[in-house]
């Protein structure tokens, strides 16, 4: 019998899960010493475009980044692929990945998956665009990173942020990946 460590949550625990995201995420405020270490921790350029995500994104991806802080990880790299991995959620051109699309995305998954994927459109004009940049948003984030000037190690693990690692991790930037997924996966 698996542990309950090893267990995967269920449609409901991982509904329920998000939901209590969705709640937290009301109010996603960044205190002046987070928007220090920011600037700190990115630099002018790759930090301009930390500030034009959507504010409930910028909380989530600093929460990710603080996880991985509190855990003793300064490797500055995955710290950059933290605070940038769904950057190219809402900044980009056509329709942005909105909360009510996230909702919709939430439900969708939970009670019939792989209705995203159909409903998804690459045309930006398109009322489904949205479930497109959900999909394909890794790409675009690792896009935006790499001409703001992020290093090749951070543009990577913030293209594979949501890629499954089939094994224990082989290399550095696995081992990174695993850390980001983790710190992802609870924030």
């Keep these: ?4 460590a090893t267990l995967s949550p269920t449609p409901w625990q991982r509904l329920r899960y998000r939901a209590g995201q969705l709640l937290m995420s009301l109010r996603p405020e960044i205190e002046a010493e987070e928007r220090n270490w ?16 959507a504010p409930r994104d910028r909380r989530h991806s600093l929460n990710v980044a603080q996880a991985l802080r509190r855990q003793g990880h300064r490797h500055p790299d995955l710290l950059a692929a933290a605070l940038l991995h769904d950057v190219g959620k809402t900044v980009q051109d056509g329709r942005p990945l909105r909360l009510r699309h996230r909702v919709v995305i939430v439900l969708l998954n939970a009670l019939r998956p792989g209705l995203v994927s159909r409903l998804a459109s690459p045309d930006p004009q398109s009322w489904r665009h949205p479930y497109y940049v959900h999909l394909h ?8 990173a790499q001409a703001a000037g992020c290093s090749p190690l951070a543009v990577e693990l913030i293209r594979r942020h949501q890629e499954k690692l089939a094994a224990e991790p082989r290399s550095e930037a696995d081992r990174l990946l695993a850390l980001l997924q983790a710190a992802d996966d609870v924030n």
């Design 137 to 144: 948003h890794p790409e675009q984030s690792a896009a935006l």
């Design 1 to 4: 019998m698996a542990s309950p």
């Design 38 to 53: 920011v600037e700190a921790a990115l630099g002018p350029e790759a930090a301009a475009l930390f500030w034009r995500m």
